[in-house]
């Protein structure tokens, strides 16, 4: 990471994080606030901004909800990160992602027009790959793509802001989901292996993925879409295999197909099971990034200390 201060007066930006409270947001401010950048987070409540103001965040509190909370105090920002995100209650049905899409699109329009009236020089967006694949040709949303889907696609069509779409693989570290799938790995049993698990996914440590969402602030690649996995390309089994290895336990039990869409809904089956794209050729290349912790292999001890293990 940069060390605080290193950008000189030219390089830095006023940077607006919506989501900066969450897993992702919190190791992306802390990377921007390092690297020197003026960084403004939104936070709901006093406590999260407190929060946020001991990274040297700048804290805004208010609600995407209320785009007239934050719109003034953002302060005209040079570019703008969106990782904002809800999630489901209950069973993750394509009908309730559907629901969440849509609420998330009505943050992405706020995001876009405070972009357009700040003539911010970057939205860096925390998206998916389905539609930047001019090889191959578009393809189906699947799992918790469905959720991120129509926000890109409205940034990349009717929205008029320069864009980066970062796509992040499945992010672990002390926080989200991974907490939860060590506790189910030492019980004997978890929902994260899915069938046979042979799918491979992308995994990268959550400080890694921070420090891509500064490089893309930094580079403003408008037009351009990047993987953020790690360089060591591992099957949902061969993940889970590597943390009980960590944890010094035995191969956990995983579920079966039927019983993850039965206790936990299509998307939940369709993000375990459908593999990613793992190439980041162009995130190395254009961006610069090398992640810190290059195979899950390298990353895991760390993070299993921080929570403990």
Not at 32 to 45: K, Q, S, Y
Not at 80 to 107: C, K, N, S, Y
Not at 242 to 257: D, H, K, N
Request: glycine letters at 12%; charged letters at 25%; hydrophobic letters at 40%.
């Amino acid at each position: 990471m940069h060390p605080a201060g290193q950008l000189g007066a030219r390089s830095k930006m006023r940077v607006f994080v919506a989501g900066a409270t969450g897993f992702i947001g919190r190791s992306t401010c802390r990377s921007l606030a390092e690297a020197g950048h003026e960084v403004i987070g939104l936070a709901r409540d006093e406590a999260k901004a407190g929060a946020l103001e001991k990274q040297g965040v700048r804290a805004i509190v208010g609600t995407l909800d209320d785009p007239g909370s934050f719109f003034a105090q953002a302060g005209r920002p040079e570019a703008i990160v969106h990782m904002a995100a809800t999630w489901f209650d209950g069973p993750e049905t394509i009908e309730q992602a559907r629901r969440i899409g849509e609420r998330i699109l009505g943050w992405t329009r706020s995001l876009a027009q405070l972009a357009v009236e700040s003539k911010s020089r970057i939205l860096v967006f925390a998206g998916n790959n389905v539609t930047d694949s001019a090889d191959a040709g578009p393809r189906r949303a699947v799992g918790y793509e469905r959720i991120s889907e129509p926000s890109q696609t409205y940034l990349e069509g009717a929205a008029g802001v320069p864009l980066t779409v970062l796509v992040p693989g499945w992010i672990y570290g002390a926080g989200s989901w991974f907490p939860e799938t060590v506790r189910e790995i030492r019980a004997g049993q978890t929902t994260h292996l899915v069938g046979d698990g042979d799918a491979h996914l992308g995994y990268v440590e959550v400080g890694d993925v921070g420090e891509a969402f500064r490089l893309a602030v930094e580079r403003c690649a408008a037009g351009r879409s990047f993987n953020v996995v790690d360089e060591e390309p591992l099957t949902v089994r061969q993940f889970v295999e590597e943390t009980a290895r960590a944890l010094g336990v035995a191969m956990p039990r995983g579920i079966s197909r039927e019983q993850a869409l039965r206790e936990r809904g299509q998307v939940f089956l369709e993000a375990l099971t459908a593999p990613g794209d793992l190439d980041i050729g162009r995130t190395r290349r254009e961006l610069g990034w090398r992640p810190r912790y290059r195979s899950v292999r390298e990353g895991l001890p760390p993070v299993l200390r921080s929570l403990g293990g």
